[in-house]
């Protein structure tokens, strides 16, 4: 697990291991957090050692200022040590005159030649692009000169010197407001590193990693114009000349709080400063085996984890015909619909996480995906409601598939029960019927018929009918009266039947079927106690005599199943 640079405590070391000065990590330590006039939610930095020896600047020989021209200048704006500081430049590429009489710190520029730098990397090259990134630009008070005009002035910069007020001394003018570091004396001494002292040209048998040794800062001596403001090797406060090579470089610089570190101290007590990490590669991309030119297809793909816990989402692209990658999505979700052109040849699809620092994972990619590009059959017409029906009925439709040599496999349903299923030929009229046989079995209400078409590529159509029944009457009788050599007299009939309760029920028989207006006698009774009965009519006016039956019935309002599955009986 990872903590937050803010978590700790003032005084604690930490470090970057990819920044480096003279090839060693460099270690700092808190010297403050949430300090006044600093950028917001960050935390301050101090090495906790020395790192270098070097002038603070170099003899200005062309300066109008005597002193300046023998022991170069003290306002830190101009100041050598500001340009290298902040410097990300190669070897001997640091250096741009500040002013019309700067000088760069060569050896023919520095007190005594000690510890000249011109030649070196600027201080940042060293850093990695990490720390570089998360350098925060501090505004920060420092204290002039007479000949500049004294009192103070502002500058900004992202690595930089304290100010004798910073650290807890009291110089010529206050500058800014005391880190939380710096106590006392003891707090404000600081041991040279084993690098400092091996590269230094300055000999000293006090200057070692065991003692403590002068550091910088960043006020001018107000009274003079070449004498800089430094801590003592006690702690306390002195001065030295800007060309001294001499004094040591500490300097500051500022981080976001939340900025991760590790969650323990390393081997030379240090945190390790965690940078943001990429998320993990999403473990999973789906895509349907089957990819169809003209049609949607839906991509999906597994949940990556992000270890500073700031995943932010996926980045989905597509690319067809093997050309360059598009981006199709980007946001949380782990699905996508996407729509899929007649024509291409092919398709794949790719997907990586990113979080809300910018940092991606590495892509994960389906495989290529051959795109069927086969037109689907269409059926004629348009989904939509018939209307209401009172009794069978035709439905015509045409099948048409534009693709040739195609098996085309039609399959009829009413209400998602299958009526019939065919091969049809493209082009040709084919009709939807609902037989007197159906019609009886489907109750009053909304009913649906449904034609479906496949081809033998997988390319289907569909449409669907609405009709609604409302029937509140039956009335059944024979199409062509039954023969008789005589006049019937009596008979015996059964009706298979649903009829619910409240509806009416009502049988008629007739023994001159084929009068132009027949005799009907109601003989509802006798069928529906299953006994013989009996015909009274003795008369007739057609040629023959003829028995038929005519089955009546009314709903009357009742509800449930009401229908008529059969009639039967003998008659002499």
């Not at 000949?147 to 502002?154: N, Q, S």
């Not at 399959?411 to 009886?440: C, H, L, M, P």
Request: charged share 15%.
């Amino acid at each position: 697990m990872a903590k937050a640079l803010s978590s700790l405590a003032v005084g604690t070391l930490v470090k970057d291991t990819g920044t480096l000065y003279n090839g060693k990590p460099i270690v700092w330590k808190i010297a403050d957090k949430g300090h006044a006039g600093y950028p917001a939610n960050s935390v301050t930095l101090i090495t906790e050692r020395i790192i270098s020896l070097k002038c603070f600047d170099a003899i200005e020989s062309g300066n109008s200022d005597s002193n300046r021209r023998s022991y170069g200048n003290n306002r830190w704006i101009y100041s050598n040590i500001r340009r290298w500081l902040n410097s990300q430049a190669a070897a001997g590429k640091w250096y741009a005159a500040q002013h019309s009489a700067d000088a760069p710190p060569s050896n023919a520029n520095v007190w005594s030649n000690y510890n000249e730098y011109d030649g070196e990397a600027g201080f940042l090259a060293g850093f990695s692009a990490s720390f570089v990134a998360a350098l925060l630009t501090t505004t920060h008070t420092v204290g002039k000169a007479s000949v500049d005009g004294g009192g103070t002035e502002t500058c900004t910069d992202k690595i930089f010197f304290a100010s004798s007020t910073e650290v807890g001394l009291t110089g010529d003018v206050v500058c800014g407001s005391k880190l939380a570091l710096f106590t006392d004396d003891a707090s404000r001494r600081a041991k040279p590193t084993a690098e400092c002292v091996s590269k230094s040209e300055y000999t000293n048998s006090s200057f070692n990693t065991n003692s403590f040794w002068y550091y910088w800062l960043c006020d001018a001596y107000a009274s003079f114009s070449y004498l800089v403001r430094s801590v003592h090797s006690s702690g306390a406060l002195d001065w030295h000349y800007a060309c001294g090579g001499g004094r040591g470089v500490r300097p500051l610089c500022n981080l976001l709080s939340s900025i991760l570190v590790s969650d323990s101290p390393d081997s030379d007590g240090a945190y390790t400063i965690i940078w943001n990490r990429a998320p993990s590669t999403p473990p999973s991309l789906t895509v349907p085996t089957t990819v169809r030119g003209g049609q949607t297809l839906t991509v999906t793909w597994g949940t990556s984890t992000d270890a500073d816990g700031n995943l932010s989402g996926y980045i989905l692209e597509r690319q067809n015909n093997g050309g360059a990658w598009k981006q199709l999505y980007k946001g949380i979700n782990k699905t996508y619909t996407d729509t899929i052109t007649q024509g291409w040849e092919s398709v794949a699809y790719r997907v990586k996480a990113y979080d809300s620092a910018g940092a991606e994972s590495a892509y994960s990619t389906s495989p290529t995906r051959t795109v069927i590009n086969n037109t689907p059959p269409t059926i004629s017409g348009n989904n939509g409601d018939l209307g209401t029906k009172t009794g069978a009925f035709n439905q015509a439709y045409t099948v048409t598939d534009p693709d040739s040599g195609q098996t085309l496999t039609v399959t009829e349903k009413i209400d998602n029960t299958v009526k019939r299923t065919y091969t049809a030929t493209s082009g040709q009229n084919y009709s939807f019927s609902v037989t007197a046989a159906e019609w009886v079995k489907l109750a009053n209400g909304s009913h649906t018929l449904t034609i479906a078409a496949a081809d033998n590529v997988g390319g289907t159509a569909t449409r669907t009918f609405t009709f609604t029944k409302n029937e509140t009457e039956i009335e059944m009788t024979l199409a062509t009266p039954l023969s008789s050599d005589d006049a019937v007299t009596k008979a015996i009939m059964s009706v298979t039947r649903q009829i619910p309760t409240g509806a009416t029920f009502t049988v008629e028989v007739c023994n001159n079927a084929f009068d132009a207006s027949p005799t009907w006698e109601d003989v509802t009774q006798a069928v529906t106690s299953g006994n013989k009965f009996f015909l009274s009519n003795t008369t007739k006016t057609a040629a023959k005599w003829g028995f038929n039956l005519r089955i009546k019935v009314k709903r009357n309002g009742a509800t449930g199943d009401c229908y008529i599955v059969s009639a039967g009986g003998n008659f002499e």
